[in-house]
């Protein structure tokens, strides 16, 4: 008994089809994924690498079996039950998704499966509806909102007068079990009997807030000494508006620096609730991570993901920074740290920040450096000088070596 004939207008519609379906099957590898998820992509997992090639070829085979048989009712089936199972199986699993995740499933309310804790702005507000902590993390590590710098340590002296001001992030401030006096600022005093040291530098900033807090409180002191800490993850949260609070942030308009956030709303709760994630589908967020992750050498902190946003930004804030300095005749000195585990190997941030710090002329700590040098002779090496994961901060030792460092290059007459 011969198959059934397909009408003239049916064929064209599944030579059509099939034909669309070769192209997505060509569209759909892992050079045109990766284009799509971050410009520099290339990816590199084994296992994601294997499934968006099985998935091209699968839609590829299907395509040229339906533009070949399309003159028999198979076809017709082929093509019904690929279109029902990408339809059902997308529209089912998001639907899953957003059931697991409304009903509690700590498997599924994992922020960082969704987006990068680095420079993803719906990471942190999704932390900030599903982990009850994080809700309350500033003000527990003892910080207070700030409309203008989005939060700050409580009790920052202001003194006037001549002084040497430390700004940057936590590595410049130094965290537990650390003892104040023995941090950066207090060592650094020690060293600097001429001047006080005024510790400007707050917990997660970014290079953007520290630049902002530099750029308006250096006005409050006489020619001031200024030290610009920059540990090298903070280029990453110069283009965050959100790290578990709102934050101000910089973007780079016509060539300029443009400040964006302030003023910020007394209470986060306010901000978020008027700044909801801008996930569209659980399931595309997780799959495009994936993507992203696969795009690293091993290592999340070295994807390529915004990478060239990053350092077009953190060239402009450390440029606006040196020509602030200079502006107001203000001596200042870049100091550059490290997470204790990104010193076992050259990333970008550090090849960057070199780079761009000396093409600036400007005068560079790099703590690296140091603490490398000391560790060469160390019993216990790079471990010596740092509190262990996941603190991962100089400890009391490393930053003595900083400090005496430092206060060689800063030494003011008074």
Known sequence: MSSPKVSGGRERFLLGAG???ILLGLLTNEIFLARMVAEEGTLRSG???????????????????????????????????????????????????RAAIALGAESVRDPRLYGGWLDDDDQWKLRY??????????AESGFEHHPRYGWVATGTPATGGRAV?????????????????????????????????????VSGYGVGQTYLRFRETHGD???PTI?????????????????????PYFTVEDGELVLAGPPLPAQPEIWHREHPPELWSYLAAFVKRRLRLA???????????????????????????VAEAEEHDLPLVFVVFYPLWQLESEGWREVFLREELERLGARVLDTGTVLRTA?????????????????????????RLVAEALAEMLYVKP
Do not use: C
């Open 19 to 21: 034909i669309v379906l």
């Open 47 to 97: 296992v994601v690498l294997n499934a968006v090639r099985a998935v091209s070829l699968m839609l590829i085979a299907a395509g040229v079996a339906i533009s070949v048989l399309r003159r028999r009712e198979i076809a017709v089936n082929l093509l019904l039950a690929l279109v029902s199972a990408l339809v059902f199986g997308l529209l089912g699993g998001e639907l899953l998704l």
């Open 129 to 138: 509806r599903w982990q009850e902590k994080t809700r309350s993390a500033l």
């Open 165 to 201: 001001l430390l700004y940057g992030d936590s590595f410049a401030h130094g965290v537990e079990p650390t003892p104040e006096p023995m941090r950066l600022a207090g060592q650094l005093d020690s060293n600097l009997p001429e001047l006080p040291v005024i510790d400007y530098a």
């Open 221 to 223: 002191y006489d020619r």
């Open 227 to 247: 030290v610009f800490g920059v540990m090298t993850l903070d280029l990453d949260r110069s283009i965050l508006t959100v790290r578990d609070a709102p934050k």
């Open 295 to 321: 795009m690293g050498p091993g290592a999340e902190t070295e994807i390529p993901y915004r990478r060239a946003e990053k350092m077009r930004l953190n060239r402009a804030i450390l440029g606006a920074a």
């Open 375 to 399: 560790a060469a002779s160390s019993p216990g090496g790079l471990d010596d000088f740092y509190h262990p994961a996941p603190n991962n901060h100089p400890n009391e030792a490393g930053y």
